[in-house]
């Protein structure tokens, strides 16, 4: 994933979020089809760390297979040491998706 498509992502997800936190409705955490393998794995790690942190059901659809990533991602182009501290803090629900966040990514949302 290159600089702009992450940006392009990134902006998709805090409108979601910001969306979302508006109105928490599990409706809204249905599966959005046509993603590429990285945006359909974000975003079921967001609808599994949405719907535990709003104490809603987690939707199924998160868990299937496709929404495994088998190389690591790293959005933000870490490097180095920096990686070690991301991975260790990072959302279960995103590491399970081998993607790797900062804890804090989604505070200002």
Known sequence: MNRDEYKILWNKIVT???????????????????LSTIEGAFYAGLVEKLSIEYK????????????YLKEPV???????E???YTALECPLAFKLRN???G???????
Not at 16 to 34: G, H, T, W, Y
Not at 56 to 67: G, I, L, N, Q
Not at 74 to 80: A, D, R
């Open 82 to 84: 920096s990686r070690i």
């Open 16 to 34: 979601f979020i910001d969306d979302f936190r508006r109105n928490p409705n599990i409706d809204s955490l249905q599966e959005v089809k046509n």
């Open 99 to 101: 993607i790797f966040i």
């Open 56 to 67: 809603m059901a987690t939707p199924e659809w998160v868990y299937r297979d496709e929404f």
């Open 103 to 109: 804890l804090n990514t989604f505070d200002r949302c």
């Open 74 to 80: 790293f959005p933000n182009g870490l490097k180095g």
